[in-house]
């Protein structure tokens, strides 16, 4: 990997140069924009979208609601084994900053030493956004498509080639997918208990979530009750 890196005349380094070159073009305050953007924007963006989905969960409710929530859970629970996943995958490696071995790069963030292969944000994003798309299609594609964005946005910040990012979305897509079946195994028991809880029955759904037929019947009791002791009333 550190040898194709060397080398300035595969596709990798090519698009990468394409890429950030038109970070070289950009206005400075556009680079800004783009450094918070790819460096912290798109995380929150993600954790925000994780949540809006948890609310609309927790507002339709049904009786699959506990298993939806325990899914919801593994979303960021499965972005965190994928980065402690990636900690021997680039041990093992070892591929540099594309900056240290290729001149002209308009890096747009300083300070990163560590290797490239594979890039965390990529895998965290798409490992967020293929547990969403397990969930709900519609939350799922808006998370994929922040998590492509966040691989566009690090290529054009100069700190990862593109391989790295394509690295990174198959780490998240893997763990993501492949220890979903056990994750929701051990997810859906316990949030069923916090279901059942008058403590946590509400991060699961909310109070009027499910209220149907039955409730009506319930609310109409007093009113029966009332039509039938003006029967009596009368008939006395």
């Known amino acids: 990997m550190a040898g194709l890196a060397e080398s300035g005349s595969n596709p990798d380094v090519d698009l990468l140069y394409d890429i950030n070159s038109l970070a070289k073009d950009a206005p400075r305050w556009f680079d800004r924009v783009m450094e918070y953007v790819g460096e912290y924007g798109l995380l929150l963006a993600m954790v925000l979208l994780v949540l809006w989905c948890w609310w609309s969960v927790r507002r339709r409710g049904g009786?699959?609601?506990?298993?939806?929530v325990a899914a919801l859970v593994w979303a960021p629970l499965a972005a965190g084994l994928a980065v402690l996943v990636n900690v021997?995958?680039?041990g093992f490696v070892q591929r540099p900053r594309p900056f240290l071995d290729h001149?002209?790069?308009d890096v747009l963030v300083q300070g990163k030493t560590g290797y490239s292969f594979v890039s965390d944000h990529?895998?965290?994003?798409?490992a967020m956004?293929?547990?969403l798309f397990v969930i709900d299609r519609r939350?799922?594609?808006?998370?994929?498509?922040?998590?492509?964005?966040?691989g566009f946005c690090r290529v054009y910040m100069g700190v990862h080639y593109p391989t790295d990012v394509v690295g990174g979305f198959a780490l998240g897509t893997a763990v993501a997918?492949?220890?979903?079946?056990?994750?929701?195994?051990?997810?859906?028991?316990?949030?069923?208990a916090v279901e059942r809880s008058a403590w946590g029955g509400r991060l699961v759904r909310a109070r009027d979530a499910g209220a149907g037929a039955g409730d009506a019947v319930v609310c109409d009791r007093p009113s029966e009750e009332r039509a039938s002791s003006e029967e009596r009333d009368l008939a006395a």
Do not use: D
Not at 139 to 150: D, K, Q
Not at 177 to 192: I, N
């Open 63 to 68: 009786e699959g609601a506990a298993s939806a």
């Open 177 to 192: 997918l492949l220890l979903s079946p056990l994750a929701m195994a051990l997810l859906t028991p316990l949030l069923k």
């Open 88 to 90: 021997p995958i680039r």
């Open 139 to 150: 939350f799922g594609l808006v998370g994929i498509g922040l998590a492509l964005f966040e």
């Open 103 to 105: 001149q002209g790069l």
């Open 122 to 126: 990529a895998t965290i994003t798409m």
């Open 129 to 131: 956004a293929v547990a």
